[in-house]
């Protein structure tokens, strides 16, 4: 005759099966009296990264620092992909992941402080990722492009949710590009509270426009103009530039 084991029999039965205790998450922190240099805990055990020292770095408009993590640093340090916020005293202050974080060139915080900007670096044409601060919610779904202009603000803050940045129109510039990376420049307006990017000044086959300044509702602009879509070809360093303004509704 079969037997079954009894309630008692299964709770002896469950106490013998050994469960595995899962390690800690590692500690991220800086060492603020060594150049921000930031500081893993790990297993009890310390590790410098990098291990030149290359420290943390300020998150504008704040007194915050942070750092990013890609996806190669999981196996040789052990923390997940994102980007790491830190107080004034080196202590966590919000951690968020994010893909290619580590490739980060400037994070800035908004005039009110409740909205976070990472820039996604690796070209001059690339992206914004915006989080909501402290709870570090994502407010875009995929990135924001954005071009990287030379000597030019890369955002420009309007309130807390409208931001201006410049954009390049890479695929299919309708012009002659000889240089890479190449296309009418704008300057954008994004509504961080809709999700749409609208233009300000919209670049042409002929025409630049590059973000210079915002201030009391007017926005500045360079104006960068060529006779002909092939006269593009080369960039157009010394071409003359010329100042406009546009006041927003």
């Known amino acids: 005759?079969?037997?079954?084991?009894?309630?008692?029999?299964?709770?002896?039965?469950?106490?013998?099966?050994?469960?595995?205790?899962?390690?800690?998450?590692?500690?991220?922190?800086?060492?603020?009296?060594?150049?921000?240099?930031?500081?893993?805990?790990?297993?009890?055990?310390?590790?410098?990264?990098?291990?030149?020292?290359?420290?943390?770095?300020p998150v504008k408009n704040s007194k915050l620092l942070y750092t990013a993590f890609g996806d190669d640093?999981?196996?040789?340090?052990?923390?997940?992909?994102?980007?790491?916020?830190?107080?004034?005293?080196?202590?966590?202050?919000?951690?968020?992941?994010?893909?290619?974080?580590?490739?980060?060139?400037?994070?800035?915080?908004?005039?009110?402080?409740?909205?976070?900007?990472v820039d996604l670096g690796g070209s001059l044409v690339r992206d914004w990722t915006f989080f909501a601060f402290p709870s570090m919610k994502r407010l875009d779904k995929e990135g924001v492009g954005y071009y990287a202009a030379e000597d030019k603000p890369t955002l420009v803050w309007i309130s807390d949710t409208d931001v201006l940045f410049n954009t390049m129109k890479v695929d299919d510039p309708g012009r002659a590009c000889g240089y890479d990376p190449c296309g009418p420049v704008s300057v954008a307006r994004h509504d961080l509270a809709t999700g749409k990017t609208t233009p300000v000044l919209q670049g042409t086959a002929l025409c630049d426009y590059t973000l210079v300044s915002f201030a009391s509702g007017v926005v500045t602009a360079e104006k960068l103009c060529l006779k002909k879509a092939k006269d593009w070809e080369n960039y157009p360093e010394?071409?003359?530039?010329?100042?406009?303004?546009?006041?927003?509704?």
């Open 1 to 57: 005759m079969m037997r079954f084991p009894t309630l008692c029999g299964l709770a002896l039965l469950c106490c013998c099966i050994a469960i595995p205790a899962q390690a800690a998450a590692p500690k991220v922190f800086l060492d603020r009296g060594a150049a921000n240099t930031v500081v893993i805990e790990r297993d009890g055990k310390e590790v410098r990264v990098p291990e030149d020292g290359f420290g943390a770095q």
């Open 73 to 117: 640093d999981v196996e040789k340090y052990g923390v997940a992909p994102g980007v790491y916020i830190f107080d004034e005293n080196g202590k966590p202050a919000a951690s968020a992941p994010l893909e290619n974080a580590d490739m980060s060139a400037e994070a800035v915080l908004s005039p009110g402080g409740t909205v976070l900007a």
């Open 238 to 249: 010394n071409a003359p530039r010329e100042k406009i303004t546009v006041k927003l509704p």
